[in-house]
């Protein structure tokens, strides 16, 4: 026997791992399978965090037609690039949030914390759901807009290094956002509708369904200020034409104020998730 133990709770029962370093990756292991099993089997989570944009894509994209304004970019292209973006925030940032939310009005939380398992565990097992069910929406997502609506794939290697990192950067600080705004959820109840205001708001500002160009001022100024904005700017610079970048505000792509913004959010977000996550909630005793 060892000193220290590493415990994982499935549906309320725990399963031990031994053996100090090698206990915290069993139980982030074992914690990370759980989250996916669970994702999966929910229905309605798997619809409103992996199938909504899907369907907004169909939906939506079959509706638009027409090139952008001063440019000879299909519409609908554009229009998937945003989606991609704001796919990959629905699973990082509602998803995230919305499952926090409800696991801490539970009480599965606080079980978690007061258990053996490291509070590592928890997190990775956050990150590892993010991970795969943000790389299966983007792949959907991208899959789709090439069969329907003519999405060209990036050129090469330095565009599909540009949508990584893009990619990569915007469900960190969606996720580590999604952490900290959990804080704010006073229940389950309301978490849906608490996350989804930011979430709509943000996508009508961001340049998702409309030219980023053709908002008002003031929305452009706002939604700079978050990183859809910055994840859909960049995935536009990866499908669309270079000459594209006239109708952007600055001109031009802005691929290293893209990756400042985002990873500016990252460290922002982690210090808010720090200061503010909570293992307990207000009704659990």
């Known amino acids: ?31 990370s399978s759980v989250e996916l099993k669970s994702f999966f089997r929910n229905r309605q989570s ?13 939906v939506l994209g079959s509706i638009f037609s027409g090139t952008v304004p001063g440019t000879h970019t299909d519409f609908k292209q554009m229009f998937v ?17 919305i499952n ?9 939380i606080r079980r978690l914390a007061s258990s053996p398992m490291p509070k590592t ?9 993010v991970v795969v069910t943000g790389v299966l929406e983007a792949a959907i997502l991208l899959g789709v807009g090439v069969a329907l609506f003519r999405l060209p794939l990036p050129p090469n290697a330095g ?19 999604a952490v900290a705004f959990s804080a704010i959820i006073p229940n ?3 978490a849906a509708a608490i996350v989804t205001l930011p979430f709509l708001v943000l996508q009508f500002i961001s340049g998702v369904f409309f030219p980023y160009s053709e908002l008002p001022a003031w929305m452009q100024s706002l939604a700079a200020f978050f990183p859809l904005k910055w994840m859909t700017q ?40 720090l200061l503010t996550f909570r293992w307990r909630g207000a009704n659990v005793r």
């Open 159 to 177: 565009h599909w290094l540009t949508f990584a990192w893009v990619l990569l950067l915007g469900a960190t600080s969606c996720s580590l956002l």
């Open 1 to 31: 026997m060892t000193s220290s133990n590493a415990i994982v709770a499935e549906q309320g029962r725990p399963v031990r791992a031994s053996g100090g370093g090698s206990g915290l990756w069993r139980a982030s292991a074992a914690r």
């Open 46 to 58: 798997l619809f409103f965090t992996l199938l909504l944009p899907i369907v907004l894509l169909l």
């Open 234 to 273: 960049g995935l536009r610079s990866v499908f669309l034409p270079a000459d594209f970048a006239v109708v952007e505000p600055a001109g031009a792509w802005e691929l290293g104020r893209t990756a400042a913004v985002l990873g500016g959010w990252c460290l922002a977000a982690l210090l808010l998730s």
């Open 121 to 129: 565990a928890y997190f990775v097992g956050k990150i590892v759901r």
């Open 100 to 108: 926090i939310a409800i696991e801490r009005d539970n009480g599965m």
């Open 188 to 190: 389950a109840r309301s």
């Open 81 to 97: 690039a945003g989606i991609i973006a704001c796919g990959i925030m629905s699973v990082s940032f509602n998803g995230l949030a």
